[in-house]
Nanobody, 116 residues
């Protein structure tokens, strides 16, 4: 089972950029499609985007063209490059497998706050 540890969040002004990292343990990482999720205050967790084993990506419409997901299988790490950040991007960001089994482990996430 993948056990993610997210990092890289912080406070950034609108229009700014951040790069999030997700370090995973377990040898199954390279065989799993991965995803970034986020949860804003008072809202349900939502999918931000996915990356396949081969590196193909898909994004939610709200972040397409601004966010980029990549992965480094040698480091068992997934990245989320976020550009042109907006206040509505404020959320706790999580990574996990693209298909999350019931009862799967979730990390603590990393807080991203976009505010002037």
């Amino acid at each position: 089972q993948v056990q993610p540890v997210e990092s890289g969040g912080g406070l950034v002004q609108p229009g700014g950029s951040l790069r999030l990292s997700c370090a995973t343990s377990g040898s199954s990482f390279r065989f799993k499609a991965m995803a970034w999720y986020r949860q804003a205050p008072g809202k349900q967790r939502e999918l931000v985007g996915t990356i396949s084993i081969g590196g193909n990506t898909n994004y939610a419409g709200s972040v397409k063209g601004r966010f980029t997901i990549s992965r480094d299988s040698t480091r068992n790490t997934v990245y989320l490059q976020m550009n042109s950040l907006k206040p509505e991007d404020t959320a706790v960001y999580y990574c996990n497998t693209a298909v999350v089994p019931v009862g799967a482990y979730w990390g603590q996430g990393t807080q991203v706050t976009v505010s002037s």
